[in-house]
Nanobody
Framework: QVQLVESGGGLVQAGGSLRLSCAASGRTFTMGWFRQAPGKEREFVARISRSGDLTYYGDSVKGRFTISRDNAKNTVDLQMISLKPEDTAIYYC?????????????????WGQGTQVTVSS
């Protein structure tokens, strides 16, 4: 089973930026970022294809977040700018191993432990 480890979370003021990184222990296909705020369901944030040519974003982050990957290093990053208090959540990266292209958490087979992002107003 491929292991995923996120890093880069922290506390930032509204309007600030953070860059999250996810390191995978092996080969992956579609990679996604999700987030979960207290009392809320896990929300799709962004996904990227194996080649990196295709990306897709949730409506709430379009234009502010950018997902990218480096297959040589088995890493996927999430650059976040113009952060808002409502972006506060635990952020998880997730891996698909069969080439699905999905927003749904249940379609991802491996998950990291999560990294906390807190945006203060």
């Amino acid at each position: 089973q491929v292991q995923l480890v996120e890093s880069g979370g922290g506390l930032v003021q509204a309007g600030g930026s953070l860059r999250l990184s996810c390191a995978a222990s092996g080969r992956t296909f579609t990679m996604g970022w999700f987030r979960q705020a207290p009392g809320k369901e896990r929300e799709f944030v962004a996904r990227i294809s194996r080649s990196g040519d295709l990306t897709y974003y949730g409506d709430s982050v379009k234009g502010r977040f950018t997902i990218s990957r480096d297959n040589a290093k088995n890493t996927v990053d999430l650059q976040m700018i113009s952060l808002k208090p409502e972006d506060t959540a635990i952020y998880y990266c997730a891996a698909d191993f069969v080439g699905r292209w999905s927003d749904f958490p249940e379609h991802y087979a491996s998950w990291g432990q999560g990294t906390q992002v807190t945006v203060s107003s």
